[in-house]
DNA sequence: CTTAATGCAAAACTTTTGCAAAGTT
DNA sequence: AACTTTGCAAAAGTTTTGCATTAAG
C-alpha cells in the first residue's frame, strides 16, 4: 500500500504535480476499495471520511488527474454514473468485466483476453489498437446456483 | 426499410406497445442514419425535421422502449451521453467498435470475434454470458495515413 | 370508452467551471 | 513571489418526471 501511494506520489512529480493530501486521501480510498467501482459520489463520500474538509469538485478533479495518468480507469457500465477502478500495477490495458444482470455484482477479469482479437483488428481493419473496455453481461456463478437451487 | 418498419411495429404489438408516428418518426431516423451512433439531442432534432411537434422527453422515452426490447443498444463512449446504435436484424450481440483518438471517428464491427473469449469466460469464470460490450480506442487507418504523410 | 402516449415545463442528477482564498516550492 | 490546488457556489448539460391534454385501439 505505501509502495504504490510512494509510487503514484513519483507519477505524478514526474509531470510536476503535487501528491496533496486530498489527492492522497482519494488515491486511498481507491486503494482500500480495490475490487470495486465506485462512482466520483462514492469516493467523496469515504474520502470525507478521512478528510472531511473536501469538496466533491477536488475528488472529481483527482480522478480526471488520475484518469489522465492511467492510473486510474474511468468506465461507464451504462448506469448514468462514471466508476473509477484502479489499474493493477504495471498494467497496460483496462481490466475486462463481468456484469451480472440478476445482481448487479461486478466481476473483474485482469488477465487480458484479447490478444488474438486485437490482431485481426489490427489486420483486418487497418486499426492500431491502443486500449479496449471489454464487459460482459450475464449471470454470475451465485445467481445461476440461485436458480437452480429455487426449481429443483 | 418499410420491412424493417413492419417488423419493429409487430415487435411493439408483441408487447402491446403502439407504433405511433412519433415513435416511427424516431426508428426511421435510425435506419437512415444506421451507421452513426447518435445521441437523444441528434435524434431529436433530426426527428423534429419529420414531425415538428416532438418533444425531447418522447424521444428519450422512445429510445428507452426501443433499448428494453433490444431494437437498439445504448452505448457510452466516455464523452457525457448515451449514443444509441439500432441493431441488425436477427443480431443477438452489440458491434464492436473501432474509436479513433485522433479524431474521435467511430467504425463499427458487425462480425462477432469473441466467441473464443465468451467460451473461456464460461469455462473459467462461470459466467453466463448473455450479451457483450467491446470497444477499441486507438488510431484509425485514416489518422495513420495522415501521420505518416506530414513526417515524410 | 379506456388506456396508453405525448408535450411541456420543472425537477433531478452528474459533472464542470469561475474565482477568491490557501497552500507549496 | 509565482504557481498550483482547493472549496464553494453557480452553471452547464443530460436525462427523468409530473401532469394535463391528446390520440390510439
Chains 1, 2 share one sequence.
Not at 457500465?77 to 481490466?95: M, N, P, Q, T, W
Amino acid at each position: 500500500m505505501e509502495h504504490r501511494i510512494e509510487q503514484i506520489k513519483k507519477q505524478l512529480h514526474a509531470q510536476s504535480y503535487k501528491l496533496t493530501p486530498q489527492r492522497e486521501a482519494t488515491v486511498r480510498v481507491l486503494l482500500e476499495r480495490e475490487d470495486d467501482h465506485l462512482s466520483a459520489e462514492d469516493i467523496y463520500l469515504l474520502v470525507k471520511e478521512k478528510a472531511p474538509e473536501i469538496g466533491l469538485a477536488t475528488v472529481y478533479r483527482t480522478l480526471e488527474l488520475l484518469s489522465e495518468l492511467k492510473i486510474v480507469d474511468k468506465i461507464n457500465f451504462g448506469d448514468g454514473v462514471s466508476r473509477y477502478d484502479l489499474r493493477k500495477e504495471g498494467a497496460e490495458h483496462f481490466h475486462h468485466h463481468l456484469v451480472c444482470t440478476e445482481c448487479g455484482s461486478v466481476e473483474e477479469i485482469i488477465e487480458d483476453l484479447l490478444g488474438d482479437v486485437e490482431k485481426i483488428v489490427e489486420t483486418n481493419w487497418s486499426f492500431q489498437v491502443k486500449d479496449h473496455r471489454l464487459t460482459f453481461h450475464g449471470i454470475c456463478k451465485q445467481c445461476q446456483e440461485a436458480v437452480v437451487k429455487s426449481t429443483s
